[in-house]
């Protein structure tokens, strides 16, 4: 934590700090907090426009907390500021807000002893990657509030949970890949050797292996859409399933027609069922190779014009 300069003038506010944060305190050079000297460097790193480009004006706090951490990071970490690519606006509404002794009270990744083993990130880890590992935990200390991105993980987590053969053919194919945030950390700082290299090519690899499996097991990869996940900033591969009404084949035909027809005419009462069900659409309904379709649902379909 860097304190800015007004505050770092605030004795009784620095002892505070010390005492309460579970953080290390550093008093940097206050020149670093300078809006001017602030917004230059930013733009030096991420362009021209990267600060403007994330809704701040160049004498906001915010611009000034950034510039000061990257001269930090260049007085203090040799080679580490090339790996200091975008710039990102937090915002803290995204995400429930938990801090370091909420975090501890309830354990989630760490006891209150300190200890991993015990606590509710070691009770429900099976993950086999290292970033999976991680990204497991960032979702636990910061959980988000946006339903949406809640509900499209939880499509991901019911496709896996109701499918344990193509799951566990997914954690034999991902436990073989290497961390590729950490080589590509050691590549940005020019440690990565031939071997690093090589186990990116590998990690690589394991991605066409993974959707062969997706696709064997009629699991669908789904995109989570940048502006629907403010908090990663990009957009987010992740896999969801199809949700598909079984018939016996000695269903009448009528039946089968009627059903099919009222699904189709209906369509925004089926979306509003639930948000898992918000992307409901007719054409969708046909997104399956699993079984024939019963001849009544394909009258229905002709009809329709999607068949």
Do not use: C
Not at 164 to 189: I, N, Q, V, Y
């Amino acid at each position: 934590m860097l304190p800015g300069p007004d505050l770092r003038e605030d004795d009784d506010a620095i002892a505070t700090l010390r005492a309460d944060l579970d953080a290390t305190l550093t008093l940097h050079e206050a020149e670093a907090f300078a809006p001017g000297a602030a917004a230059h460097r930013l733009r030096e790193q991420f362009g021209d426009g990267a600060v403007e480009s994330v809704g701040l004006e160049a004498a906001a706090p915010a611009v000034q907390a950034a510039g000061a951490t990257l001269d930090y990071v260049e007085t203090t970490g040799a080679g580490v500021l090339a790996s200091f690519t975008r710039l990102q606006r937090y915002r803290d509404r995204e995400h429930v807000a938990l801090d370091a002794t909420t975090q501890r009270n309830l354990e989630l990744t760490e006891t209150m002893q300190g200890d991993r083993e015990g606590s509710l990130l070691a009770t429900i880890d099976e993950t086999v990657t290292s970033p999976g590992r991680r990204r497991l935990g960032e979702w636990l200390a910061r959980p988000r509030r946006d339903r949406e991105t809640i509900s499209t993980r939880l499509d991901a987590v019911d496709a896996l949970g109701s499918s344990a053969l193509a799951r566990e053919r997914l954690r034999e194919e991902l436990s073989e890949a290497s961390d590729l945030a950490r080589l590509a950390s050691k590549a940005t700082h020019g440690s990565a050797d031939a071997g690093d290299l090589l186990r990116v090519r590998d990690a690589l690899d394991v991605l066409p292996a993974a959707e062969a499996v997706i696709e064997e097991f009629g699991l669908q990869p789904w995109t989570i859409p940048a502006s629907e996940n403010p908090g990663q900033g990009d957009e987010t591969q992740t896999v969801t399933t199809s949700i598909i009404l079984f018939a016996d084949e000695s269903l009448d035909e009528e039946v089968a027609y009627t059903v099919t027809r009222a699904m189709i005419d209906h369509s925004d009462a089926m979306g509003a069922v639930s948000d898992a069900m918000k992307r409901f659409t007719p054409e969708g309904m046909l997104a399956q190779d699993v079984l024939p379709f019963h001849p009544g649902a394909i009258r229905a379909y002709e009809e329709a014009g999607l068949m």
